[in-house]
Nanobody, 132 residues
Framework: QVQLVESGGGSVQAGGSLRLSCTAS???????????MGWFRQAPGKEREGVAI????????YYTDSVKGRFTISQDNARTTVNLQMNHLKPEDTGMYYC??????????????????????WGQGTQVTVSS
């Protein structure tokens, strides 16, 4: 059973930085697999939105417009851990951040990268709070 374990998060003032990490366990990486991993977030009263995703096989990255230039997603050499470096944080970045992964599905099942239905594994979430 694949598990996603998140770390990082916390509280910071606007303009500060945080780093999130997510490690997937319970499967063996295959060079031919089309896996995607990354982060969604959900603010109170709002829908869950895709923040940043990486295609683990090729390294292609995807970002929502509001975080471009401020957030950077990366992966380790084993391609089982993804990191999200968040700089110049804003109060509107506040929310619960969830690690998401599409593993062993051959892709995102035709969903776009920011559609939660394309992911079959989720972490429990880690809170990010940015104060003004």
């Amino acid at each position: 059973q694949v598990q996603l374990v998140e770390s990082g998060g916390g509280s910071v003032q606007a303009g500060g930085s945080l780093r999130l990490s997510c490690t997937a366990s319970g499967y063996t990486f295959s060079i031919s697999s089309s896996n995607y991993m990354g982060w969604f977030r959900q603010a109170p009263g709002k829908e869950r939105e895709g923040v940043a995703i990486i295609y683990t096989n090729g390294g292609t990255t995807y970002y929502t417009d509001s975080v471009k230039g401020r957030f950077t997603i990366s992966q380790d050499n084993a391609r089982t851990t993804v990191n999200l470096q968040m700089n110049h944080l804003k109060p509107e970045d506040t929310g619960m951040y969830y690690c998401a992964a599409s593993i062993s599905r051959g892709g995102l099942n035709r969903y776009t990268w920011d559609d939660a239905r394309g992911y079959n594994y989720w972490g429990q979430g880690t809170q990010v709070t940015v104060s003004s």
